[in-house]
């Protein structure tokens, strides 16, 4: 999803890309900072572009969706030319879209009530050994590492409405989210997954049990993909019927 934004005189002052995958061409033994595959991204629209334009990029519901498409014989290569293959991508319809001077702005933050802390049983399969992470200790980690409570930050933009999301959603949950708030009349929702802040991975309540990585990461149980599903779609409908 693109969005333009212009100044009065109709140049481009921002462009907003919305698009999920994890920005994982980098390995493990790769120990520098990079931006991956979102940071040429945005530097191959803000060139073409130009004019000192911006542009912003956020990702979506990429809790189980990793890149494709990157190819080359590094790491760095591979997230380049996937960056650059979704830049022209972007910069196609970039030309294409049409700006209105009256649009509809608006932002509203929400309270996720949040399902109460447990622990894992995949978080002790996969990382207690190598961690020395067993019962005794784990309940007290969870509880330093993340919140009870957390928050849903929603934004509206003419067409668009934005629901940011604090962690990592499956796409299965992102898209039931979108198509909520289309059912209130959205014509383009969208979710901006690690918002604000990070508090698990959130999956459909039967892959918690399937164990492995993300659900060693989801500190909240199995009832935890649902609730935020419920309560995402409840605060983008209400922003948007607003």
């Not at 019962?135 to 629901?163: F, M, T």
Request: net charge negative; hydrophobic share 40%; glycine share 12%.
């Amino acid at each position: 999803t693109v969005t333009r934004i212009d100044t009065v005189d109709g140049k481009a002052l921002a462009i907003f890309v919305n698009f999920t995958a994890h920005p994982t061409f980098m390995n493990p033994s790769i120990m520098h900072v990079s931006a991956g595959w979102p940071g040429y991204l945005q530097r191959e629209v803000e060139a073409f572009v130009g004019g000192g334009v911006t542009c912003m990029y956020s990702n979506g519901a990429e809790g189980d969706i990793g890149p494709a498409g990157g190819h080359g014989p590094s790491p760095y290569a591979k997230a380049e030319s996937h960056g650059r293959l979704l830049a022209i991508a972007v910069l196609e319809m970039v030309d294409a879209i049409e700006t209105k001077s009256d649009v509809v702005f608006d932002f509203a933050m929400h309270t996720l009530e949040l399902p109460p802390r447990t622990v894992p049983p995949a978080l002790l399969e996969s990382a207690g050994p190598e961690y020395g992470i067993d019962e005794s200790n784990a309940k007290v980690l969870i509880e330093a590492l993340v919140p009870e409570s957390s928050y849903l930050g929603v934004l509206r933009l003419g067409d668009l409405v934005a629901v940011a999301i604090p962690g990592e959603l499956f796409s299965k949950l992102g898209l039931e989210i979108k198509a909520g708030i289309e059912a209130a009349g959205a014509k383009h929702p969208i979710i901006v997954g690690l918002g604000n802040e990070w508090i698990s991975y959130m999956m459909p309540p039967e892959e918690f049990d399937q164990g492995g990585y993300e659900p060693g990461v989801s500190f909240y149980g199995e009832t935890l993909g649902p609730e935020v599903v419920r309560q995402a779609i409840n605060a983008g409908q209400k922003l948007f019927k607003n």
